[in-house]
């Protein structure tokens, strides 16, 4: 797997499209549907919230909510920057120690995600894997709303790093999720990776057809598609056949300017 263009496209996730900031209400939705606002909220170590609202303070025990998220402490903004300073294993670190007194406030998903970002991009696969795997037992269903496109980004790096050390039945795990959800890119992503289980136990022909299903069935619009251009044209020429040659032709023709075009052998 491509590994430091994932992470680009996180890294880029986080900065472009970061997360909305909140309003200076924080938010707490309980089981029944009924969503509070607070002026303040804390929870202790089992996650029973207690929020603040005016002159009012009131206790939610964790079985009566389903999440609660408050305006994005300075904490984490101060983790953000080190990233943007390039600080990998700084802000990893910080990441970590602020996971538990932030997890039932809104940023379980957010520290997991900024923690194995910079994990990985410090070479320390190994201790990023764990951390994703606290996110093992989350359902989409349960989600706030502003966590699931890093949820997302989790599960998509996991299966790569599971990949990456041959751990094949926990990535197929992962890719049966994301071939269930209700978007094309994790479809095309599921399908990619499954062609790269594939071409690693030396299948390189059914690697072949598993990356024309991305190339087929969706469109130019497709952010894994030009992947899996890529992926056929190199592993047809590969196994020497000549018919690298017009998916080739196709990747610079539907993707002109793109950085795959510069992974071709």
Known sequence: MNLPGRIASICYLLFACALPAMAQKAIVLRTNGKQITADSITADAQGNLTYKDGSVMQKIRRSDYRWARIPKPKEIAAVEQLIRSNKFPEAAAQARALYDQFKFLGYDVNLIYLETMCLVRAGKDAE??????????????????????????????????????????????????????????????????????????????????????????????????????????????????????????????????????????
Do not use: H, W
Not at 130 to 155: G, H, M, W, Y
Not at 228 to 257: C, H, W
């Open 128 to 265: 990023a894997l764990p951390r994703l795997e606290l996110l093992n037992d989350t359902k989409v269903a349960d989600l706030d709303q502003q966590k699931i496109s890093q949820f997302f980004e989790c599960r998509k790096l996991q299966a790569d790093l599971y990949i990456k050390g041959k751990q094949f039945d926990n990535a197929s795990k992962i890719l049966t999720e994301l071939l269930a959800a209700q978007d094309d890119n994790l479809v095309a992503f599921a399908l990619n990776a499954q062609g790269e289980i594939l071409y690693t136990q030396n299948k390189k022909r059914d690697a072949t057809l598993m990356f024309l299903r991305t190339v087929l069935l969706f469109p130019k619009e497709n952010k894994e598609r030009p992947r899996a251009l890529v992926r056929v044209a190199n592993t047809l020429k590969e196994m020497s056949d000549n018919r690298s040659a017009i998916f080739i032709e196709m990747l610079q023709k539907d993707y002109p300017g793109s950085s795959f075009i510069q992974e071709l052998k």
